[in-house]
């Protein structure tokens, strides 16, 4: 299993999207290539932008399927964290 | 080209601003003025930094500037940043804190995350209503810096109001404009739908599946009327020829959001004067008492109803014979 605190990588406020696709690429991905859960901490982030979560895990959802959902964790997530994930996660699975 | 800019030019009075400008001559900017008065919208300042950008100082001519109000542009930073005289007098300038953002040119991703990181205790604002704000000015600013290959970048500029609550902000780029970016994927034969297009949730100029690519939802702008709509606020997009404005919700109107920004309450213009590039004015009020958190469930069901719909409509009927 592994962590990724996500605060001092984005900042509190994750809009950097160009952030978020490092992180995926290089940290969500080899640790699921490894069949390991992955739990991402959004401790200290107060909000985020549609743009960020999409371009953190929408290109997980496509090429692994929802089954990728059951390695992938989401921790400390603020309301707004946590409704702007689950529109993305939903997005991608209606667009399927 | 010539700007007039004047007496009032706000996103409710905007439209005869717009039709006045001259982008004839791409060689030179005029810039002329109301001589009494001028009381202007940012995405107006926003416009005129980004003509006058594209050009070297010495090809932009600036009248003396004789209204009563004409400091207003220097402490916007107009004349600063486009390198050019003023003529006008110093003043003793206010504390920018509370008040405005003055112009500034962002052209790359770390400029925008400090922008936005200072943009907050500029305007002394609530975390409640900073967190729509800073959402706006993030997607509008990616937007402009992933697709419109502008050379001069974003243009942004901010300003409270305090009789009225409300933050209005202009985002303005020389690029590509809408057009050429949605057609990249979708078929728009007008810089009009083109606009309806991009405001449509789930299309992006990246990709023609449903879905989007791996950066691009294709959702950012529809987000940005959402906010607009759900805070019964102004938002303006205007690109090559074409207008579209959201017009205010009435208060005692329960709120709906539509995929399609055709069914929401707005106005629209065709054949106007030509803008290479796309220009982003919208109002934030501050009055609203929607939490922003409340805001995304009623998006969340749109975003979902409108990519079902869609992909309904492309599906395969049986052919009875």
Redo the contacts between chains.
Sequence with gaps: MIQIKLLSLVGSFAENKELAKKIRLEKIIPALEKKQEVILDFKGIDSATQSFIHALISDILRKYGSEALELIAFKNCSETVKKIINIVVDYMQESD | MKIHLPNSAFLGNIDPFLRGFNPQNRSKLEITANKKWISLHPMVLSMVAALGLSLKPEQIYCEKLEAASKHYLKRMGLFKLLKIRSGIKPIHEHEPAGRFIPLTKITN?AE??NF??EMVPLLHLE?KHA?PL??VI??LV?NVLEHAQSKTGAIVSAQYYKKSNTIRIGVADAGLGIKYTINQSHPASTHLEAIRLALTP?ITGTTW????T????G??LF?IKSIAKTNRDFLVVYSGDALYKLLKSPPTKTIKLFGDPFQDKHSHGENLPFWQGTVVGMDISLKATEE??SL??L??ET??KS??ER?KARYRRARFI
């Excluded at chain 2, 599946?209 to 989007?212: D, L, S, V």
């Excluded at chain 2, 791996?214 to 939802?217: D, Q, V």
Aim: overall charge positive; glycine content about 12%; proline content about 3%.
């Design positions: 991703s925008l995350t936005i990181t975390p967190a800073k959402y993030s997607e990616r789930g599946k449903e879905g989007g791996e950066l691009n939802a959702a950012g987000f922003f958190t995304l469930d998006i969340w975003v979902i990519v079902k992909k």
